[in-house]
């Protein structure tokens, strides 16, 4: 997994060079498996220290790639005590995410340290990313694509909800700064003698928008935050809803009325129209 440090070894002395701050994983909320694909994570940082990437702002500076859907970040005297990572695609197959992050002080981690050593699984964020309008779904696949819209206009980072008759989520998605999103139904839970299944569609998204900033698409994208019991870290620390995208982010709220559809299965559906919010 990560290594926690590089070792230089002089006259017989181990000296830690290198002391991990952070790492990130970026899983695939749909197969569960390591993202392989041009994912960046970065640190947020001010104006000044932007980097330009594809005519769009890039205002992070970036981690340190560690393997496929791997990212760490080391302890540096620019590096704060707390930030906000974000992640992203710039090819759009996933939906962006953020969440803020507290880093444990230098002297908790480095070895020797007075006091419990910080183990590298309580220095780990792991992070499940959802499709975007670009993502490669197989052949065979029962999929959804449309537009979270209020009045004509698209609503920024929504997430959908499609729901069986019966109550039971048969799929989910994370909506991008246009509105749009692309939902994998992964449990259709219908007739096996039927070819199409009967969706509700629930919009959730921030009842009071944050303003958003034209040069920085993500700017107003939520910021979420996940607690933790650090030290040994728990594994609901490594791995629960929000990390995988499925709790409502704060300030959140869904939508009155569903949008009902029928989808036909193992094919994907093209909303002309847009799933309304109306909170």
Request: charged share 20%; aromatic share 6%; glycine share 10%.
């Amino acid at each position: 997994m990560m290594i926690d440090g590089v070792i230089d070894t002089v006259i017989g002395k181990a000296t830690v060079l290198h002391q991990l701050a952070l790492g990130v994983e970026c899983f695939d909320a749909i197969t569960g498996t390591s993202i392989a694909t041009g994912v960046r994570v970065g640190r947020e940082v001010t104006a000044p220290k932007r980097r330009i990437h594809s005519q769009a702002a890039w205002p992070c500076s970036d981690l340190d790639g560690s393997g496929m859907g791997r990212f760490k970040l080391r302890y540096g005297p620019l590096v704060p005590a707390a930030f906000v990572v974000r992640i992203d695609d710039p090819d759009r197959r996933y939906a962006p995410r953020r969440f803020s992050v507290h880093l444990w002080p230098l002297a908790a981690v480095a070895a020797g340290a007075a006091g419990p050593y910080i183990p590298v699984a309580s220095r780990l964020l792991r992070v499940w990313l959802w499709p975007g309008s670009a993502y490669a779904f197989p052949r065979g696949s029962t999929l959804v694509r449309g537009r979270v819209g209020d009045n004509g206009l698209p609503v920024r980072w929504a997430r959908v909800t499609a729901t069986g008759l019966n109550g039971a989520i048969a799929g989910r998605a994370h909506a991008d700064e246009r509105g749009e999103f692309l939902l994998v139904v992964s449990n259709p839970d219908q007739n096996p003698l039927q070819d199409s299944v009967a969706l509700d569609l629930v919009a959730s998204a921030p009842k009071s928008p944050s303003p958003a900033d034209g040069t920085d698409r993500c700017s107003d994208l939520v910021i979420e935050d996940v607690p933790r019991s650090w030290a040994p870290p728990l594994p609901q620390d490594l791995d629960n809803s929000v990390l995988r995208g499925v709790s409502p982010p704060p300030g959140y709220v869904p939508s009155r009325q569903p949008a009902q559809h029928e989808v036909p299965i193992g094919t994907g559906l093209v909303l002309h129209d847009d799933v309304s919010f109306n909170p």
